[in-house]
């Protein structure tokens, strides 16, 4: 089971983690609640409030656009995973505030929340990484296939591919969500009636099923992560290439100028030549603003992975760095430190489409009335 799955038995087994965990471990029982206090409860918290309603600003405006390309589709895919993403971790960590109205309803709704949200978070960072990677790969087609590209991809292709990623990597984990059984019962600490939840008999009977859970959530994100960074390998190099072969181009045409008006001036460049050095140059000024502004999201995409993917590693290759075991507050600590990247990065595509975007910024003016006077 992975650290979404885990936190569950955190839940149920609160009372006996301290006589459980050894007093070796690197962090101290004040140090988790602390971290958990500060990344979970505030941090994570405060940008899932902000990340519901950025998402929800991307997908209005490329509605509004509409859906005249591939990149407005995947993207409004990812914000839609995205809402979902920040939508429930704000609705899990309601925990916080809750407290400050009834214990036992804080208690009721963690349990709760943790069966739901807690899961909903994890499987939708996976489709938001893997859909990462399509778009990766989509720009990198665009540096590689400029000409061919925007007959492959056509908007009804780009929408077939994204619900399929959705589908699939989605479906992969699904059935998770049928392991455990949510019921009422008095709790005499409480003194009352407490929502609680435990393994059903389905999980009981199909425990190896949580085999194939750790190999699915470690192995979709590790591939995403390997797509991604060759991609961006490609699609900068190309970029650059793509810089060069217009600076040539300038200092050719400023050269034809002035052996127009000197003809003693020879040019020692041919064009010809360069153009048939490289044939894919044929990239438009647009297309190559859209590629950096999505190359920006893609290494944000990759940056946010490495947390993820290295915790899990971890997790593998070191025994007791998992959640009840030797380094419980570690694991603890870095679990909120890996949702504190996943959350930022399912909020902040609002500010890059925005500021790195002409269209997509007088788009969000024209709807919001903050049109300029300029």
């Known amino acids: 089971m992975n650290s979404s799955d885990l936190l569950c038995h955190v839940a149920l087994c609160k009372a006996v983690v301290t006589s459980l965990v050894m007093a070796s471990d690197v962090a101290s029982d004040d140090q988790r609640r602390l971290s958990q206090i500060i990344l979970d409860l505030v941090i994570n918290f405060s940008v899932c409030f902000f990340g519901i309603f950025s998402n929800i600003i991307v997908i209005v405006v490329f509605t509004k656009q509409g859906f005249k390309d591939s990149t407005a589709i995947s993207m409004t895919a990812v914000s839609l995973w995205d809402l979902v993403k920040c939508v429930a971790g704000f609705m899990q960590r309601l925990e916080g505030p809750l407290e400050l109205v009834s214990l036992v309803l804080a208690y009721s709704w963690t349990n709760v929340s943790l069966v739901v949200c807690n899961y909903l978070v994890s499987f939708s960072c996976y489709v938001t990484s893997v859909l990462a990677a399509y778009v990766a790969v989509e720009r990198c087609l665009c540096v590689i296939i400029p000409l061919k ?12 591919i994204c619900v399929t990623i959705s589908v699939v990597v989605f479906g992969c984990f699904v059935i998770i969500f049928g392991i455990y059984d949510v019921f009422l019962t008095f709790d005499p600490h409480f003194n009352a009636t407490v929502a609680i939840f435990k393994y059903n008999s389905f999980s009981n009977d199909n425990v190896a099923l ?15 992560l390997v797509v991604i960074i060759i991609s961006t390998v490609i699609i900068s190099y190309k970029l650059k290439k793509a810089a060069e072969f217009r600076y040539r181009t300038k200092t050719i045409t400023r050269s034809s100028m002035k052996t127009k008006t000197n003809p003693n001036l020879q040019v020692k460049d041919n064009p010809q030549s360069m153009e048939k050095t490289d044939k894919t140059q044929g ?7 859209v590629i950096k502004m999505l190359l920006v999201v893609i290494v944000i995409y990759m940056v946010n992975l490495f947390p993820r993917v290295a915790n899990y590693l971890g997790k593998f290759i070191v025994f007791d760095y998992y959640y009840l075991r030797r380094y419980h507050n570690l694991f603890s600590i870095m679990g909120y430190t890996v949702f504190v990247f996943d959350y930022v990065n399912g909020a902040v595509n609002v500010i890059i489409f925005y500021f790195m975007s002409s269209s997509f910024r007088e788009t969000t003016r024209s709807l919001f009335g903050c049109r300029s006077n300029t």
């Open 149 to 160: 590209v925007k007959w492959l991809l056509t908007p009804k292709v780009a929408l077939f």
């Open 210 to 224: 949580f085999g194939y859970y750790n190999m699915s959530g470690t192995l979709w994100p590790m591939v995403s």
């Open 283 to 289: 990239i438009s000024k647009r297309d190559q603003q």
